[in-house]
């Protein structure tokens, strides 16, 4: 309850601030800029789970309460992920608001020089991080899909790879707040409407485009091929055997990236007008 | 002083028991395997420096005492690694004879359940560890030649970046302990005279092959051409623009890659006999 209110109070504080520098901040993002980096993101993504691919399962590296580390309860996976993010955290990662924490609970503040980011976003979109569905989505639906059984004792490495494909994913995912916003800027007589009705399904049906999507999904399937493929000096290409199934690929975009992206930008959008 | 003495005193428990499980151990590692090994950590190298190019240079990143972290001297990078490591070390991930770490001094212990990695290499191998000039080559010489110039921000995750493309050159470059290995047990009696010899030059020759060499540098850099292509859905190449510049990846294999990996080989062999 405290965490939500003094969340809150903080999102009152930015929004303030929001509107003295929304003037200056200009269109740093456009939806041209926008497509290149969701673009460049899908090679990020496939390289991550081609990199994970190298390891099989591993589960040791996923059962609660396998390490042995005083006041700490979890699997592996989580140790890392909470520990190297509070690392990241100093370092600065999340002053970039395109960058969302797993554990967002008691990250330490950045050690590093300032930069001016753009603040670009509602400042609501501080409250929107859907991490959670999407760790317990890559768990639980995506990692079995496409990794081989077996255990090679490498848990370290396999929760780094975790770690950062699980890092693509949720930026990608959460780009959505920026796609959201564009689309918002280009539209403002279309969305407000929906928005103050509070209209989920029309705001839904209003920033989607299906040949667009269909493009995405064929395109990563593409991707999937040409960076999953063996490449032999002579250029030929041996064909049929990639280290990760292209149709895992497109489906994971099907299934959860693409309509995760749009619930956050629907999300981002009811908040748009506070 | 001390430290090299309990190097040595591991070493020779490591020897005893290394003399035990050597028959047991058997061929995990075959010239064939080591081949296909490397082949694979190609293209992990390839995409870390793909990922790497995402971001400018970010010099904030490498600056000296840029950052405000009490007792802590050293870059953003340092630090990053520093702390990861010790992550990663508690995570086990260091238990693998394949993993060199960059901080070696003061690593925590692995706090995951033991896994029986083999025991292929000499005990010799754990007290060799060049990433001192790994890093140094990375940062003054490879660096400068594939990304940008400029400042986004990202210090955080430049230093992932770097630290995962790091992973990758270190893990590669000290394969060479397994590869001499392998070369070793097939050809013994070739290896046994020149080590006793110390003839370093002569060891450098017997396994050194120009024409593999030449083959890995050319299939890199078609690597790259491949995994750093532009991707349309079409299926169209629109070839001649490549994330990382095809040429850097040949030159990283031929000037340090290649080179470094023979230098772990040697010095592996000349305590081979120990």
Redesign the interface.
């Known amino acids: 309850m405290l965490r939500i209110l003094v969340a809150f109070v903080m999102v009152a504080i930015c929004l303030e601030s929001y509107k003295t520098v929304k003037a200056e901040s200009g269109n740093e993002y456009t939806l041209e800029s926008a497509r290149t980096s969701l673009v460049?993101q899908e090679?990020?993504i496939i390289?991550g789970l081609?990199?994970r691919a190298?390891f099989p399962i591993n589960s040791?590296t996923y059962n609660q309460n396998?390490?042995?580390?005083p006041h700490f309860f979890g699997s592996?996976l989580d140790?890392?992920i909470n520990?190297?993010e509070a690392?990241?955290?100093?370092?600065?990662?999340y002053?970039?608001p395109e960058?969302n924490p797993f554990f967002p609970e008691n990250l330490p503040a950045s050690?590093?020089?300032h930069?001016?980011?753009p603040q670009f976003l509602h400042p609501a979109a501080a409250l929107i991080n859907i991490n959670k569905s999407i760790r317990k989505m890559y768990l639980d639906e995506l990692l079995p899909m496409f990794v081989a059984s077996g255990?090679d004792?490498?848990?370290?490495?396999t929760?780094?790879s975790d770690l950062?494909l699980l890092q693509a994913i949720s930026r990608r995912i959460h780009y959505g707040k920026f796609v959201a916003e564009v689309k918002f800027r280009e539209s403002r007589k279309d969305y407000e409407p929906l928005i103050r009705a509070k209209d989920r399904e029309a705001l839904m049906n209003l920033l989607t485009s299906k040949s667009v999507e269909e493009?995405v999904v064929?395109?990563v399937g593409?991707?999937a091929m040409?960076?999953g493929?063996e490449?032999?000096?002579d250029?030929d290409v041996k064909g049929n055997k990639y280290?990760v199934d292209p149709s895992v690929v497109s489906n994971l975009y099907q299934k959860w990236i693409i309509p995760l992206t749009k619930l956050v930008e629907v999300e981002y959008l009811l908040n748009r007008l506070n």
Chains 1, 2 share one sequence.
């Open positions: 460049r090679d990020t390289f081609i990199e190298r040791p396998n390490i042995s580390i592996l140790f890392l520990d190297t690392i990241q955290a100093k370092a600065g990662r002053v970039n960058e050690v590093v020089p930069y001016p980011f255990d004792g490498n848990y370290a490495q929760a780094a950062s493009i064929k395109r593409k991707k040409v960076f493929q490449v032999s000096v250029g280290k």
